[in-house]
């Protein structure tokens, strides 16, 4: 630590455990690379209350396995504290970790900086997805790691971009017979004449692929399972979605008018900003902000998210 600079670690990590039992939080969750003393986290952290380590890399994933904390991965990139945060909690809400109508308590930090930030949350109605995500009976038929690979995809190439340059994508999950309807197919698709099992998103041997046609125009359509029906589609959905925010372009209007449209969910990756949305019933149910490349560099204040 420079000379000057406060130490915030500790004294957030006890508030945290005192919010934790106040608010009656059913998890605290914490980055691993932002929090010294794990097993000083661990101790303050008292039942009913669960602590779950939230790990970047194979070296957190070390700490976390020496401090007998529960953990889970989620991949390691810059984004802002928020980002982060909202990174980490829809993958632990993908993985059952959290449900609908929890409380939940966060610390985090800016990448690979000390812990800095607590955040307290209600898992409110724009989580009410997930009650249905994995739920076979439902219409959208969306499997957990489904929705899980589809937002990674996208935040990797939110993270590296294709050679070199930032690309936009918009995927959509689930109810695909009914997106179908609304959809015109592209001159080529590129996943026609492959088996269901070739090109079912799942598998480890489809990211690249999907990420290189990612740079084409259009939308990829994904049932429910994985699998990869088309890409390359125009959508052309029969209902508007909700009023946009303004800046929003035809990428995001298509997502947020196609789930107002079908029972589907849809992800857009904005190719501007870098910036992850997560749209459902006409809506833009979240958004992951990448960290501005000046905060990343030093060279500004570390924004409050």
Request: hydrophobic share 45%; proline share 5%.
């Amino acid at each position: 630590m420079s000379k000057g600079e406060i130490d915030f670690a500790g004294p957030i990590i006890t508030a945290a455990a005192q919010v934790a039992k106040a608010v009656k939080a059913s998890v605290l969750f914490a980055y691993s690379n932002a929090v010294g003393d794990l097993a000083a986290l661990k101790t303050a952290v008292k039942p009913p209350t669960k602590l779950i380590i939230v790990c970047r890399d194979e070296a957190d994933e070390q700490r976390a396995k020496e401090s007998a904390a529960e953990s889970m991965t989620v991949p390691s990139f810059d984004l802002t504290r928020m980002g982060q945060i909202k990174m980490a909690t829809l993958i632990a809400f993908s993985q059952g970790l959290l449900k609908a109508g929890e409380v939940f308590v966060f610390l985090s930090g800016l990448t690979g900086r000390t812990i800095d930030t607590l955040v307290t949350m209600h898992v409110g109605e724009e989580y009410e997805l997930f009650q249905s995500v994995g739920q076979p009976r439902l219409t959208e038929h969306i499997r957990r790691p489904v929705f899980e690979k589809v937002l990674r995809i996208a935040l990797e190439l939110a993270h590296e971009g294709r050679e070199g340059k930032p690309v936009g994508a918009l995927l959509v999950v689930g109810d695909h017979r009914e997106v179908e309807k609304y959809s015109l197919a592209g001159r080529i698709n590129p996943f026609k004449g492959y088996t269901e099992k070739e090109r079912n998103i799942l598998d480890d041997s489809m990211n690249e692929t999907v990420k290189e046609i990612a740079k084409l125009d259009g939308a990829f359509i994904i049932k429910g399972n994985g699998v990869i029906v088309s890409a390359c589609a125009t959508l052309r959905p029969a209902i508007a979605g909700n009023e946009l925010p303004q800046g929003f372009g035809a990428r995001h209007a298509a997502a947020a008018a196609i789930t107002a449209s079908t029972k589907s969910i849809t992800i857009t990756l904005s190719e501007s900003t870098g910036d992850v949305r997560i749209w459902r019933r006409g809506t833009m149910i979240t958004e992951i902000e990448k960290a501005p490349r000046a905060l990343l560099d030093g060279t500004t204040p570390p924004p409050v998210a």
